[in-house]
């Protein structure tokens, strides 16, 4: 607590700071991509240093944008390196915006401009509207911004372009007093885009003062379905002995798009299938992408295996660096078709060779592990994520490098299969992953001395023997009052 | 001294016993493991899954039992079944199976084996599987020797009559009760043979495990004293039978009131009287036998005799009386049930239901048996050859058995291992004979028969499993029983054989010794290919899920069970009450994880005879039933589209007949018939038949699906009319793909309070006689 206290002391005047403007945005173009659960937004501003050496830019977000943005990466435009980006502490006072600092990768001289590109997934940024919606109906959804791209510098031109999944719009909101920055027709619509702006010569918008922010809202029709996972429990497991990763995943589907008004009738769904028009919010069953290579794959629900599902697995790679090209498939069809507002749980899981994953880092000698965060479902959003990762009984040195920040993260033991003293295990615990984590890979490095290697073995051997020990002394101990002729009894 | 073949000259004793015995371990080994590979199956065909009705409840308790404990389980009351009534389980249910599992599963899960609870069950009864073909194998070695012990073991190990209870997957009472059963049996006539009670003891031990597992206890409840009233009968009373009877009864009486269910029944029930009245009768003659040795006056002994009848009379009349005056409780239904096959059929149509209480068919004696079946009577004949004690039991158990077995079909099970000891008696001795070498007094030259020899054991290494290795260690075996210690044992027995008296009668040559026993082993490979081919396709399916195949032949699945209640357990509310006729309670209590109305634990006729009211009647009828239960969903099974003969419209004159035994004004079956008293659906059904919630529930926009061709219910093969009925107090929820099962939603009572047809036709935009304050409400609300 100190040391934010400190620096809330050096740093107090902030928006005094924000007022001795370091940039200029040049120009600020705001792509907006709507598809369904997951939004893509990317921010490119064009700054211009107005003092030397200075070395972070600011960006304002408004606080309704943050809390739906579940992924941001900020790269100087035609770099692929992401710079480091952090929300400001004070993000915590009650404004309607948040800061993002962003730390330059060299410092500007006066005059020098640079392009910085801020790429967010916003998560249930669209919303079905009408909300409920009867089997043979459509599905359109509701999207609302706020206008003006704000920044704490000086903008000299904004302009915001939504790309929507289809010409057809229903309706979207018109700027109103919009005539001190734009001069003509605020807001056009040209094939699936909407254009806002381009507004000028905008003074500093991110600040307490600034009341001149506009909530638009786009009303359009979406043709697939909303998917969310509403809780999605990844569970790796190494195993030395049989050169073996395990993973099994646990997910919880659910259709987050229109509720379903009334009821599901088959009939309708089966004439469905002969018509040309496809219900687009129903999810029928997905294409799921895991890795080449497996083996043992399997995919059941509470009551059994799901047979409405097909695998078709594909050869694990010759190389290594191939593994991300080919994939097996599976085509995970619900028991049911699953309409607005309905769940499935299932789970999901597979063997796959350890050495696909698992190397040994002759500098450190240490093993090298490296498991992908999640199996990714197209288009969606992971709610809730537990990625737990089971190391071999006796792991020691574990050091683990989780791909993004997680919301909570412990290392506890597990007693699993024929252990003695148990496995650690690695949980890290995310919100709200999207398409842009699928790639994400957790690294651990661990050592596993020789004797822990040997522990399963020894325990069971000795379990063994004591066993036939007790037996040896079973055997021969009698315990007959008196021997009876006529009872020898004959064993087999 | 003569023999058939040559045998080996350079064996000695210690060689022949420890081969004999390690045959023997090995060839138990093999039955088991072709035990239990065969009930497989199901599991290789499908999936590791619970199978049909009420494994589906024991598979729920048992994880109840796993999950919180003991304790838990004992007091465990469900109040989603029976809903609203709910039901004690812990007192009404045999606790063993699901205890057993437990216990295993506990014991796994100590030494950090985490297998999963259902395979544990569904893996249950294979394994038990094996457990009964060594328990039938030390029965019969009782009976006879080890050879036949081995061949029982096979039989018992793969015969389909204990296969089709036994699978991998069904998860019932049955699958350890049979385990049970023969050990309990076989411990019983260990005591009995030695007149130990420590064997009593244990066979009381088992006894009461059986009672703790299985309903079926009664049969050994009343074996074991009709097989003591026999041997009294047969003036063998000795003290033997008195020690193991009496340490039997006891111990066991008194343990089997230790399980809930069973409490105060085994002295208040007439099921039990019986075992009650020989432990008072052996009393009473070993009390004589007593006296008998301290006075040596015939008359005296003459009057005992006298007194021990009518002492015996008396109780009888003592156990009728006190029945009469309602301290012991009659026989029930079921028990009469097995006297007059028509009882249940006339006073408790429930029972008569159940497909498996049905008298057996002949052809399934069979198909369940095969080869036995000619087999059996063999072997009883057999055993009234040598008579004794265990012989009379197995006499006994053969004739009970075989009257149950044909009065019902799932009894078919208690007959199984029977015949199984009968039938490798028989068999035994049959091969006994046989390969016996030792030839009669007028022997022809026997040169050239070693190489042939050679042949035979030959072919019997090859053959099945049930064949080979007993035969071979039989020879073995007798061998290392008779030989005394020499360098040649075989020798030594064919010596001992044709030293003693000259045999004028046998078996000449090899020739006839080879056909026999080719012809035998013949039957034995049919009897394994006949048990393998019922085993997999008649007795290998789970119901749960059905098997098809696509129309390019690959196999195919149907899977609307699980669809429709997988789809119940997500997408509805946790404490909606499903309706639907008691067969499926089961399994939407362990799938869909919903309360239940009626299940297969038909303990209360009335609640099961208000579902067959609701759906027998009109909606109109049923709508203030469901809403009295609080029902919010019904579900039927409907196998029209399909051609699923298993579906709710054929099972509804049970619906109807059950219904109508408690409101016989409201329903009656005749209605349900046509005139001409056909059970028909098409256009020619009755009026209240096409009224019944079951059959517009069935055939709800069932028409629609054909469009304009005529739609044909392909279970009853007739036309459909059109257009569908329709219903207005039920509205269709779900349909699972292939339409076998269909769930619909009752509505709730309207909210402008009126009732809803009429709200329906409003919706509908039919114009009600007095519209318009209706209209004007509405509008008003809006």
């Known amino acids: 607590m100190l040391l934010p206290s400190l620096l809330s002391l050096l740093l107090l005047p902030s928006p005094a700071v924000l007022a001795v403007a370091n940039f200029e945005n040049t120009a600020v173009v705001r792509s907006i991509e709507l598809s369904g659960t997951l939004t893509h937004v990317a921010t490119t501003y064009a700054a211009k240093a107005l003092v030397g050496n200075v070395k972070t830019y600011s960006i304002a977000l408004p606080r309704l944008e943050k809390e739906r943005t579940s992924f941001f990466e900020v790269k100087v435009k035609g770099q692929n390196v992401p710079l480091k980006a952090e929300f400001d502490w004070d993000s915590f006072k009650a404004r309607d915006?948040?800061?993002?600092?962003?730390?330059?990768?060299?410092?500007?001289?006066?005059?020098?401009?640079?392009?910085?590109?801020?790429?967010?997934?916003?998560?249930?940024?669209?919303?079905?509207?009408?909300?409920?919606?009867?089997?043979?109906?459509?599905?359109?959804?509701?999207?609302?911004?706020?206008?003006?791209?704000?920044?704490?510098?000086?903008?000299?031109?904004?302009?915001?372009?939504?790309?929507?999944?289809h010409p057809e719009v229903?309706?979207?909101?018109?700027?109103?007093?919009?005539?001190?920055?734009?001069?003509?027709?605020?807001?056009?619509?040209?094939?699936?885009?909407?254009?806002?702006?381009?507004?000028?010569?905008?003074?500093?918008?991110?600040?307490?003062?600034?009341?001149?922010?506009?909530?638009?809202?786009?009303?359009?029709?979406?043709?697939?379905?909303?998917?969310?996972?509403?809780?999605?429990?990844?569970?790796?497991?190494?195993?030395?002995?049989?050169?073996?990763?395990?993973?099994?995943?646990?997910?919880?589907?659910?259709?987050?798009?229109?509720?379903?008004?009334?009821?599901?009738?088959?009939?309708?769904?089966?004439?469905?299938?002969?018509?040309?028009?496809?219900?687009?919010?129903?999810i029928p069953g997905m294409v799921l992408h895991l890795p080449a290579g497996i083996s043992n794959v399997y995919y059941y629900d509470l009551i059994g295996n799901v047979s409405t599902s097909h695998l078709r697995t594909?050869?694990?790679?010759?190389?290594?660096?191939?593994?991300?090209?080919?994939?097996?498939?599976?085509?995970?069809?619900?028991?049911?078709?699953?309409?607005?507002?309905?769940?499935?749980?299932?789970?999901?899981?597979?063997?796959?060779?350890?050495?696909?994953?698992?190397?040994?880092?002759?500098?450190?000698?240490?093993?090298?592990?490296?498991?992908?965060?999640?199996?990714?479902?197209?288009?969606?959003?992971?709610?809730?994520?537990?990625?737990?990762?089971?190391?071999?009984?006796?792991?020691?040195?574990?050091?683990?490098?989780?791909?993004?920040?997680?919301?909570?993260?412990?290392?506890?033991?597990?007693?699993?299969?024929?252990?003695?003293?148990?496995?650690?295990?690695?949980?890290?615990?995310?919100?709200?992953?999207?398409?842009?984590?699928?790639?994400?890979?957790?690294?651990?490095?661990?050592?596993?001395?020789?004797?822990?290697?040997?522990?399963?073995?020894?325990?069971?051997?000795?379990?063994?023997?004591?066993?036939?020990?007790?037996?040896?002394?079973?055997?021969?101990?009698?315990?007959?009052?008196?021997?009876?002729?006529?009872?020898?009894?004959?064993?087999? | 001294m003569s023999t058939a073949y040559a045998l080996p000259k350079d064996l000695s004793r210690a060689t022949v016993v420890n081969t004999a015995s390690l045959i023997r371990i090995v060839a138990l080994s093999l039955i088991s493991g072709a035990a239990i590979a065969s009930r497989l199956f199901a599991v290789i065909n499908f999936e590791s899954i619970i199978h049909e009705f009420d494994p589906w409840f024991n598979y729920r308790a048992t994880r109840v039992l796993a999950s919180k404990g003991f304790y838990e389980f004992w007091n465990w009351f469900d109040p989603t079944a029976w809903y609203p009534l709910g039901r004690v389980v812990g007192g009404t249910i045999y606790p063993g199976l699901m205890a057993t599992s437990g216990v295993i599963y506990n014991v796994l899960h100590y030494f950090n084996l985490p297998v999963d609870i259902r395979n544990i069950c569904v893996l249950l009864a294979p394994g038990f599987s094996a457990l009964t073909a060594w328990a039938t194998y030390m029965f019969t070695k009782e009976l006879k020797d080890e050879s036949a012990g081995l061949l029982a073991a096979a039989f018992i190990g793969i015969v389909p009559g204990y296969i089709s209870r036994s699978v991998a997957g069904s998860y019932d009472n049955e699958a350890i009760a049979i385990f049970l059963l023969m050990f309990t049996f076989y411990l019983w006539i260990k005591a009995l043979k030695a007149g130990s009670a420590f064997f009593g003891t244990c066979a009381a031990v088992f006894y009461f495990y059986m009672v703790a597992a299985w309903g079926g206890y009664a049969f050994i409840t009343n074996m074991i004293p009709v097989h003591a009233m026999v041997l009294i009968l047969m003036g063998r009373y000795s003290s033997r039978l008195y020690v193991a009877y009496s340490s039997w009864y006891a111990v066991g009486t008194l343990s089997s009131m230790q399980v809930p269910f069973v409490g105060f029944q085994p002295?208040?029930?007439?099921?039990?009287?019986?075992?009650?009245?020989?432990?008072?009768?052996?009393?009473?003659?070993?009390?004589?036998?007593?006296?008998?040795?301290?006075?040596?006056?015939?008359?005296?002994?003459?009057?005992?005799?006298?007194?021990?009848?009518?002492?015996g009379v008396g109780g009888v009349g003592a156990v009728v009386g006190l029945t009469y005056a309602g301290w012991i409780a009659p026989?029930?239904?079921?028990?009469?049930?097995?006297?007059?096959?028509?009882?249940?059929?006339?006073?408790?149509?429930?029972?008569?239901?159940?497909?498996?209480?049905?008298?057996?068919?002949?052809?399934?004696?069979?198909?369940?048996?095969?080869?036995?079946?000619?087999?059996?009577?063999?072997?009883?004949?057999?055993?009234?050859?040598?008579?004794?004690?265990?012989?009379?039991?197995?006499?006994?158990?053969?004739?009970?058995?075989?009257?149950?077995?044909?009065?019902?079909?799932?009894?078919?099970?208690?007959?199984?291992?029977?015949?199984?000891?009968?039938?490798?008696?028989?068999?035994?001795?049959?091969?006994?004979?046989?390969?016996?070498?030792?030839?009669?007094?007028?022997?022809?030259?026997?040169?050239?028969?070693?190489?042939?020899?050679?042949?035979?054991?030959?072919?019997?290494?090859?053959?099945?499993?049930?064949?080979?290795?007993?035969?071979?260690?039989?020879?073995?075996?007798?061998?290392?029983?008779?030989?005394?210690?020499?360098?040649?044992?075989?020798?030594?027995?064919?010596?001992?054989?044709?030293?003693?008296?000259?045999?004028?009668?046998?078996?000449?040559?090899?020739?006839?010794?080879?056909?026999?026993?080719?012809?035998?082993?013949?039957?034995?490979?049919?009897?394994?290919?006949?048990?393998?081919?019922?085993?997999?396709?008649?007795?290998?399916?789970?119901?749960?899920?059905?098997?098809?195949t696509s129309p390019d032949g690959s196999p195919h699945i149907i899977d609307d069970f699980r669809e429709a209640y997988y789809w119940l357990r997500q997408n509805t509310k946790e404490d909606a009450v499903v309706m639907s006729w008691w067969d499926y309670g089961y399994q939407i209590a362990g799938m869909a994880d919903r309360p239940t109305l009626v299940d297969n634990n038909t303990w209360n006729n009335t609640h099961i005879a208000t579902v067959g009211k609701a759906m027998s009647s009109s909606e109109e009828v049923a709508y203030p039933i469901l809403r009295a239960h609080d029902v919010d969903y019904v579900l039927v099974i409907f196998g029209g589209l399909l051609g699923y003969s298993?579906?709710?419209?054929?099972?509804?004159?049970?619906?109807?007949?059950?219904?109508?035994?408690?409101?016989p004004e409201e329903v009656q079956e005749a209605n349900y018939f046509t005139p001409g008293g056909e059970y028909r659906v098409d256009e020619r059904a009755s009026k209240i038949m096409k009224e019944s919630l079951m059959y517009k529930m069935s055939y709800y926009r069932f028409t629609e699906l054909y469009g304009a061709n005529p739609a044909q219910d392909r279970v009853r093969q007739q036309t459909i009319p059109k257009p569908s009925p329709t219903l207005d107090y039920l509205d269709e929820a779900f349909t699972s793909e292939n339409w076998i099962v269909r769930i619909y939603q009752v509505k709730k009572e309207d909210h402008l309070g009126r009732d809803i047809k009429s709200a329906n036709a409003f919706e509908g935009g039919k114009k009600r006689k007095r519209g318009r304050p209706a209209v004007g409400r509405r509008r008003a609300m809006q």
Request: proline share 6%.
């Open chain 1, 170 to 282: 229903h309706s979207f909101t018109q700027p109103k007093d919009v005539s001190q920055w734009a001069q003509d027709d605020a807001a056009s619509h040209i094939g699936n885009v909407i254009t806002y702006g381009p507004f000028r010569n905008f003074a500093p918008s991110a600040s307490d003062v600034f009341d001149e922010q506009q909530t638009m809202q786009i009303h359009y029709p979406y043709e697939y379905p909303l998917v969310e996972i509403a809780s999605y429990h990844r569970h790796a497991e190494v195993s030395h002995w049989g050169a073996n990763l395990n993973i099994d995943d646990n997910i919880h589907l659910r259709n987050v798009g229109p509720e379903l008004r009334g009821h599901f009738s088959r009939l309708e769904h089966q004439k469905q299938a002969y018509s040309t028009k496809r219900v687009s919010h129903i």
């Open chain 2, 646 to 663: 298993g579906d709710d419209i054929n099972k509804f004159l049970w619906m109807i007949r059950i219904a109508q035994g408690v409101w």
């Open chain 2, 267 to 311: 002295v208040r029930t007439s099921e039990h009287m019986a075992a009650l009245g020989v432990f008072g009768l052996l009393q009473i003659i070993a009390f004589a036998q007593l006296v008998r040795s301290h006075v040596s006056s015939k008359q005296f002994n003459n009057l005992l005799f006298y007194g021990v009848i009518v002492l």
């Open chain 1, 97 to 165: 915006y948040d800061v993002l600092r962003v730390t330059l990768p060299e410092p500007l001289s006066v005059g020098a401009t640079m392009n910085l590109v801020l790429e967010t997934v916003q998560t249930r940024a669209s919303r079905p509207w009408p909300e409920k919606a009867s089997q043979t109906e459509t599905q359109s959804l509701k999207y609302d911004f706020s206008l003006f791209v704000i920044s704490p510098y000086e903008t000299l031109v904004q302009r915001t372009k939504v790309k929507l999944p």
């Open chain 2, 331 to 548: 026989w029930t239904g079921r028990f009469y049930s097995l006297w007059d096959t028509g009882y249940a059929k006339k006073y408790i149509p429930i029972i008569a239901s159940v497909s498996e209480h049905q008298p057996t068919a002949w052809p399934s004696f069979f198909m369940d048996l095969q080869l036995l079946v000619f087999l059996f009577p063999a072997g009883v004949v057999l055993c009234f050859k040598e008579l004794r004690d265990e012989h009379v039991f197995v006499i006994i158990y053969a004739i009970v058995a075989s009257y149950f077995a044909g009065v019902m079909v799932r009894l078919m099970l208690t007959l199984t291992p029977c015949v199984c000891v009968a039938s490798a008696i028989a068999l035994s001795t049959l091969m006994d004979t046989y390969i016996d070498p030792v030839q009669p007094e007028a022997d022809e030259d026997e040169t050239a028969q070693s190489d042939a020899g050679d042949s035979v054991s030959g072919s019997s290494a090859t053959g099945s499993i049930s064949g080979a290795a007993p035969k071979k260690a039989k020879k073995l075996a007798a061998a290392a029983v008779a030989a005394p210690p020499s360098a040649n044992p075989l020798a030594e027995l064919v010596g001992a054989a044709t030293g003693g008296p000259r045999m004028k009668k046998g078996v000449w040559g090899f020739d006839t010794r080879f056909t026999v026993l080719l012809h035998t082993f013949g039957m034995l490979a049919f009897f394994v290919m006949h048990c393998t081919y019922v085993t997999s396709s008649a007795y290998s399916s789970p119901s749960v899920v059905l098997a098809s």
């Open chain 1, 314 to 492: 594909a050869p694990a790679p010759a190389k290594r660096d191939a593994r991300n090209k080919q994939y097996s498939t599976l085509e995970m069809r619900p028991r049911y078709p699953m309409l607005g507002g309905w769940n499935y749980t299932f789970t999901l899981g597979w063997d796959s060779n350890l050495a696909d994953y698992a190397g040994w880092d002759t500098t450190k000698s240490k093993y090298v592990l490296e498991v992908p965060l999640m199996t990714f479902v197209p288009s969606s959003v992971y709610t809730e994520a537990s990625i737990s990762v089971v190391l071999p009984e006796g792991a020691t040195d574990v050091e683990y490098f989780p791909p993004f920040a997680p919301e909570t993260q412990s290392v506890d033991t597990l007693k699993t299969y024929l252990d003695t003293t148990g496995r650690p295990r690695i949980t890290l615990a995310y919100k709200n992953l999207t398409d842009r984590h699928a790639l994400g890979t957790i690294h651990v490095t661990y050592r596993v001395p020789f004797l822990a290697h040997l522990k399963k073995p020894i325990a069971v051997s000795i379990a063994f023997m004591l066993f036939f020990a007790l037996g040896l002394v079973g055997r021969r101990v009698n315990l007959e009052l008196h021997s009876a002729p006529g009872l020898k009894q004959k064993t087999l």
